[in-house]
């Protein structure tokens, strides 16, 4: 019996190239991510649920500037093609999309100020800026989308949608509408305030920024309490800060205004 070589060889290659062929894919790192979808807002308008609203903010994590909220209606109709979450996206793509969704949505945007967040703290101070957010939208919602683990207090139903701007498209639109905003303030902000690139990069803690605030010391658009920020103010104006207090030194205070109070009484 004569056996043709080459076909067996063929079929031999065949997987070779297959397995090769998935090893250059995923040394490329090629990751197919989804993008947000008007699906959940189709749903509730197919129950008679509408306007629907999505509202995401932009600027928890910086050590300066306010954070700010958007909330965005968009119109089934006319939606802007390439809203995806605005990390994904570039300054320019950003632009170009704040621009559409401003022209064709319902948009609102509530700002969270820098001694709002020192009195209240960052979670309560962009909770309190979404909620003012959708407060200030043309036309109340009947439901809300929110970015993240913590629904709103709103008249209306709201769910929490972790991963939001990444799922959910009106959610994207507000995310991208918080980002340019802020951006925009920040580059304000570094006109009031010189050499500390506040328009580069927006008030994060990227090295340049530490280096600036250790160099200059705090200015009155830093947030107060947040590390680097009490570590420079302790550096350069160190009366502002308070001395940590331990149980023994308030237990001591507390003997001596008490043998004091009684020795009045005698």
Not at 18 to 37: D, F, L, W
Not at 139 to 167: K, N, Q, S, W, Y
Request: net charge positive; hydrophobic share 45%; with cysteine.
């Amino acid at each position: 019996m004569i056996r043709d070589k080459s076909v067996r060889k063929t079929k031999a290659k065949a997987p070779a190239q297959t397995r090769a062929g998935k090893e250059a894919k995923a040394a490329k790192g090629v990751i197919a991510v989804a993008s947000p979808s008007f699906r959940r807002e189709r749903a509730l308008i197919k129950r008679g649920v509408w306007p629907v609203a999505g509202c995401d903010e932009a600027g928890r994590g910086p050590l300066a500037g306010p954070v700010v909220a958007a909330a965005v209606i968009l119109d089934p109709d006319r939606i802007p093609r390439g809203i995806d979450d605005s990390k994904r996206l570039t300054a320019e793509q950003r632009e170009k999309l704040f621009e559409k969704i401003c022209a064709t949505a319902q948009v609102s945007v509530a700002v969270g100020s820098t001694a709002r967040i020192d009195r209240d703290n960052i979670l309560r101070a962009s909770l309190w800026a979404l909620k003012r957010a959708v407060l200030a939208l043309p036309e109340p919602p009947r439901h809300v989308f929110v970015d993240g683990r913590d629904r709103l207090d709103t008249a209306c139903d709201c769910d929490a949608v972790i991963g939001g701007d990444g799922l959910v498209l009106s959610i994207a639109a507000a995310s991208i509408v918080a980002k340019v905003t802020r951006d925009r303030l920040m580059c304000a902000l570094a006109q009031d305030c010189p050499g500390y690139g506040f328009e580069q990069h927006k008030g994060y803690a990227v090295p340049e920024h530490l280096e600036a605030l250790d160099r200059l010391g705090p200015s009155v658009h830093h947030r107060s309490f947040f590390a680097p920020v009490v570590a420079a103010r302790q550096k350069h104006m160190p009366w502002t800060v308070e001395p940590k207090r331990d149980l023994f030194s308030v237990a001591a205070r507390a003997d001596v205004q008490i043998e004091l109070a009684a020795s009045e009484t005698l």
